[in-house]
């Protein structure tokens, strides 16, 4: 039995490392709106502007809307229906996994460290940690928000938010990859008719 929770304790770490790659999407809408009416957009570019992350990454983030918008027939226009605007929010996560089975102690359950008669369970007397210790990781946080704007009212009629771990990386292609994955999931939710009837 003891053996098993140690084989799948590396299973568990799988998973949740896995898990950290998924993005978590939320959306809202204005029920009022008539969401067929809408058949091309511009970018906000006021709006755009006021986002807090490199120009780059703007670049890299409205091409992608392009393409998701594109291929929902949208076409993109001087006198358009919608305006799309986005904004971002970015924070630190700091993770503590404790990784102890227990403390040491006078025949106690636990691999107990230090001074002693042994090392092992249930064997002589020790102080300190169990096996493993903590370990503490840093990993960055992202939302990135689209909004949908009706030109005529000037109301926002759609948000979508997208929630993720940000790959600090240098790789520009897992980068880019990384983007095209929070804009695809988010405007999956568009539009709001097509995901309540499913």
């Known amino acids: 039995?003891?053996?098993?929770?140690?084989?799948?304790?590396?299973?568990?770490?799988?998973?949740?490392?896995?898990?950290?790659?998924?993005?978590?999407?939320?959306?809202?809408?204005?029920?009022?709106?008539?969401?067929?009416?809408?058949?091309?957009?511009?970018?906000?570019?006021?709006?755009?502007?006021?986002?807090?992350?490199?120009?780059?990454?703007?670049?890299?983030?409205?091409?992608?809307?392009?393409?998701?918008?594109?291929?929902?027939?949208?076409?993109?226009?001087?006198?358009?229906?919608?305006?799309?605007?986005?904004?971002?929010?970015?924070?630190?996560?700091?993770?503590v996994y404790n990784n102890n089975f227990g403390w040491g102690g006078w025949g106690g359950f636990g691999w107990g460290w230090g001074p002693g008669w042994g090392w092992g369970p249930g064997l002589g007397w020790g102080w300190g940690p169990g096996w493993g210790g903590s370990q503490v990781s840093t990993r960055t946080e992202g939302s990135l928000y689209i909004d949908l704007i009706d030109t005529q009212s000037k109301d926002l009629v759609w948000q979508g938010k997208g929630e993720g771990t940000l790959s600090n990386t240098k790789n520009i292609e897992k980068k880019e990859q990384r983007i095209k994955e929070f804009v695809s999931q988010i405007l999956e939710q568009y539009p709001p008719n097509a995901i309540a009837s499913k």
């Open 1 to 95: 039995m003891k053996r098993f929770k140690y084989l799948a304790l590396p299973l568990l770490v799988l998973v949740f490392l896995s898990s950290c790659t998924s993005v978590r999407v939320l959306s809202d809408y204005d029920q009022k709106a008539d969401f067929n009416e809408y058949k091309s957009y511009a970018f906000y570019k006021t709006g755009i502007d006021k986002a807090q992350i490199s120009d780059l990454d703007k670049k890299r983030i409205l091409r992608a809307i392009e393409t998701e918008m594109g291929s929902r027939g949208f076409v993109k226009s001087e006198n358009p229906d919608l305006l799309v605007s986005i904004f971002t929010k970015e924070q630190e996560r700091v993770d």
